[in-house]
């Protein structure tokens, strides 16, 4: 009789060793490794003539997909229009952020035409009940039911066109001997259910919990077989929610969904004027607005910076929203190009609404943010700006500047900082706002001290 074998896996990026080790060799994470217990290997069988023939590219039928609208118009925009039948849809992130209120109030949508079936792996059913009545979600056609184990689940998918699995991580197979949420248990669970929603047509809707790290608890096992992986991002304190496609087989995976969560549930914000923009910008040194572009959407977001001088040997620098590494390469064009110097400078900087800004095009803002809270000179609450910085100085044309700028006139702003090699492009809009092209950085740190002399003049008595 065959013996069983314990190996180790990695639970962040699912590498095997036949030993514990206390630091993954291949991505690593430290005391990472959780023990499993694998069956013997069955008897070989006689390899199978596959029927499947190759054809050319050509004669391959087209099928053109026919998406289902959710009813969250926030949903579905992020999904790339609507869900895609016999799909697989990861949902992830913090406990409490509300992935379990959107897929419930998903599923009381769904459930008015089609056959859906809610799996609360983790809740009773009477606080699933409680929940619903909450967001007033009240359906005969929902199917609830409470259950962990996944060979009782596949037997009560007759006629069943959506399933919410809530959570992935709370669900085994009884023929592995190892716990439920091991890399083992997700994984097996997972491709089981891929066969399942290919199958019988069933869209299957997993809801993933969130490593320290930030990521889903075995990603690598669990992503690469989903067609669409989603974040849901936020902090407890804001009522503003964000949902971010990060892989999507079916559409763009640049979609932003915004949320507001509210007491009777969460509900698609479509007007994004007041969200990422504070009332008060101009007032202070250090917040500039740049016109980001999210999938086929533009936003206006403020950024904010702040200098204090050190009071340790060695400056502090901090970014939220934006890559921690843009940060630096802006401070060394700010000193080299600009004549800032920040070496004894504690430099924060922060993107508002909690949105991360990923696009070159927010680098002119991230270094007008920081020349101004350098020389604490605010810049004007009518100004917007968006331009790539290159690391010799050079201001750089951004993709859609026409679309940008009109987000500008329409938001409200009076004139706009860019790129000079983008002005044909929003030439036609001079007649509506007042553009401003620069092509170095001083260019640019020289509108401040503009103003600023303006403003003293001003403030000089007659």
Known sequence: MAKTVTTYVCGECGAVSPKWLGRCPNCGAWNSFIEEVQAPAAAEKPILKSMVRPQ????VREEKLKRIKTGVD??????????VPASMVLLGGDPGIGKST??????GILSKEHKVLYISAEESASQLKLRCNRLGVNSDTMLVMNETALENIEANLDGVEFLIVDSIQAVYLDALSSSAGSVGQVRECAS????????KNITVF?????????AIAGPKVLEHIMDTVLYFEGDAENNYRILRAVKNRFGSVNEVGVFEMRENGLFGVKDYAGIFVSESRGENAGSVVTPFISGNRCVPVEIQ??????VFGMPRRMSLGIDYNKL????AVLEKKGGLPFYSQDVYLNAMGGIKLGEPSVDLAVLMSLASAYTGIPLDAGTAVFGEVGLTGEVRGVSRAEMRVRECINAGFTSVILPKSNMKSAEAFRSRIKLIPVSYVFQAVRELTKKNKGRDAEEQPQ
């Open 305 to 310: 910076g702040l200098v204090a001088k050190t």
């Open 74 to 83: 926030e949903f579905d925009r992020v999904l790339g229009g609507g869900i």
């Open 102 to 107: 959107l897929l419930t109030e998903v599923s």
């Open 328 to 331: 630096v390469l802006m401070l």
């Open 192 to 199: 089981r259910l891929m066969r399942l929603a290919k199958a």
């Open 56 to 59: 050319p590219l050509s004669f």
């Open 206 to 214: 997993l809801v993933g919990h969130v490593t320290k790290e930030g």
